[in-house]
């Protein structure tokens, strides 16, 4: 050991005091830093030999600093061992994904961040620019520019063939009809059948020349190239082990693009993703207040009367809402992006609420049109911070309203007291849904509002007593 400089990164003073004075005493030189950002300075003026990494911090977590740690050229080569709360759990799953060395679980013993650290040093050393061992992310985020044209120039070039190959299968015979029908009228035996050579012969030539086996040896050459580099399955696991945040940053921070499915008890939220931006969001299973309905609604995009008469002729089976809409005039591109948007977003806080649960991500590019056409690139940074925020707002209103089958009644002294020119729209028209009668749920249900929305109303009409929850008789 010889005075190898080790930098701790982590937003937890006590751990930075510990590991500090573990490792000092061991013989290494310290520094620490008590975030992501600060950890990046401290790295590019210190060169360390290896880098203690905490798994979730402030203002740049764990995958940003890894991130950007690899796009430096001074630094790429630094061994990284990550600090997590979950490091059992959550680093037999990430470790490899994101390249880092090694994991050790909070609280560690002396010991053990002393031997993972020599362990580190003695393995990886310092390096300068060499070829390393530390694992290759098995999430790719730094695709070249020429690796995506590459890839586009084998796609026109296996479509350039099974355009060429349907044309000359339809080709044929077609030819070969106009070549019977050219025999016809030299002879006299085959006049009297019936050669058709007018345009719905040719179509139907063209159909049959076109059957389900032709087709799938056409498309034969062409398949494998798609299919290589479409599907592949590449994280999966337990929200109750790894919450849906976390999954979400790693896809950011690699720049993936695929399909993230969360799922629970019947409910499926599907996030497209594309160079780590939301495209879209959909959903099966979930309450009504996540249909696009709602959302149309509320940003006045159609009149309650028009939407409910489009729904009531809307036959069963049709396409996808939002493209009918667009289609019929209803709504424009531009206002279809904004309900959309709105309704992906929602979706996704929802969905950081859950604490149980699977996950799955799916790379791939080729998305379904609803996606494509959506391209919504929202930045999954801003959408988890409104989304933390909603939470934490969450954990305080479930303290009061813990049951969405609670029904309130409404304090009429304090209404006429107060007066309800101090209450928003939106608050007047919940406080009128309380009448002792309607559950949280039928009031979700009438309002058409979202489940948070009325929950923080109700949570503030609680807070300044213009409501009370209604006691229920005990049965006897």
């Known amino acids: 050991m010889a005075g190898e400089t080790v930098l701790v990164i982590d937003d937890s003073p006590t ?46 977590n764990g995958y940003q600093v ?20 979950k490091g059992d759990q959550v680093g037999e799953r990430f470790v490899k994904v994101m390249g880092i060395v090694d994991y050790i679980t909070k ?60 044309a000359e299968t339809v080709g044929a015979r077609i030819a070969a009809l106009f070549s019977l029908a050219d025999a016809a009228r030299d002879d006299d035996d085959a006049r009297d059948s019936y050669v058709p050579t007018d345009a719905d012969a040719i179509e139907d030539a063209a159909r049959s020349a076109l059957d389900d086996e032709t087709l799938r040896d056409l498309l034969a050459p062409a398949r494998a190239l798609f299919d290589a580099s479409a599907d592949e399955w590449v994280l999966s696991g337990n929200l109750q082990v790894v919450p849906i945040a976390e999954v979400l940053q790693l896809l950011d921070a690699q720049r993936q693009s695929g399909v993230l499915y969360v799922s629970r008890a019947g409910e499926t939220v599907e996030i497209y993703f594309r160079n780590g931006a939301v495209d ?66 929602e979706l996704i806080y929802e969905v950081l609420r859950w604490n149980h649960g699977t996950f799955r991500f799916r790379a791939t590019r080729d998305m379904p049109a609803q996606a494509v056409e959506a ?77 948070f929305e009325v929950s923080k109303m109700l949570y503030r009409l609680l807070s300044i007593k213009l409501i009370r929850r209604r006691v229920m008789p005990v049965a006897v």
């Open 66 to 85: 890894c991130r950007a740690l690899s796009a430096d050229e001074q630094l790429r080569h630094v061994p990284v061992v990550l600090m997590s709360a």
């Open 280 to 345: 879209l969001a959909i959903a099966e299973g979930v309450p009504e207040e996540f249909l696009l309905g709602r959302f149309i609604l509320e940003a006045d995009l159609m009149k309650r009367e028009d939407f409910e008469g489009f729904l009531e002729a809307r036959a069963p089976g049709s396409k996808l809402i939002g493209s009918q809409l667009v289609q019929l005039g209803y709504l424009s591109a531009d206002d279809l992006t904004v309900a959309l948007r709105k309704q992906t977003t």
């Open 107 to 166: 609280p560690f013993s002396p010991e053990a961040i002393t031997a993972v650290v020599q362990h580190t040093i003695d393995k990886f050393g310092r390096r300068t620019g060499e070829a390393d061992d530390r694992p290759e992310p098995l999430l790719r985020g730094d695709r070249s520019p020429e690796d995506d044209d590459l890839d586009i120039a084998q796609r026109r070039e296996a479509l350039a063939t099974i355009r060429d190959a349907i």
């Open 375 to 451: 391209a919504l690139g929202l930045d999954v940074e801003g959408i988890l911070m409104e989304g933390f925020r909603r939470v934490d707002e969450w954990h305080l209103i479930e303290r009061e309203i813990d049951d969405f089958d609670t029904v309130f009644l409404r304090n009429e002294d304090a209404v006429a007291q107060m007066g309800r020119g101090r209450l928003t729209r939106e608050e007047l028209a919940v406080l009128e849904l309380v009448n002792g009668k309607n559950t949280v749920k039928e009031i979700i249900r009438a309002s058409r509002m979202g489940s």
């Open 15 to 60: 751990i930075l005091k510990v590991v500090q004075l573990v490792l000092t005493k061991a013989g290494f030189r310290v520094e620490t830093a008590p975030d992501g950002e600060a950890g990046l300075a401290a790295a590019r003026e210190h060169r360390p030999d290896c880098i203690l990494l905490d798994f979730v911090m402030p203002r740049m």
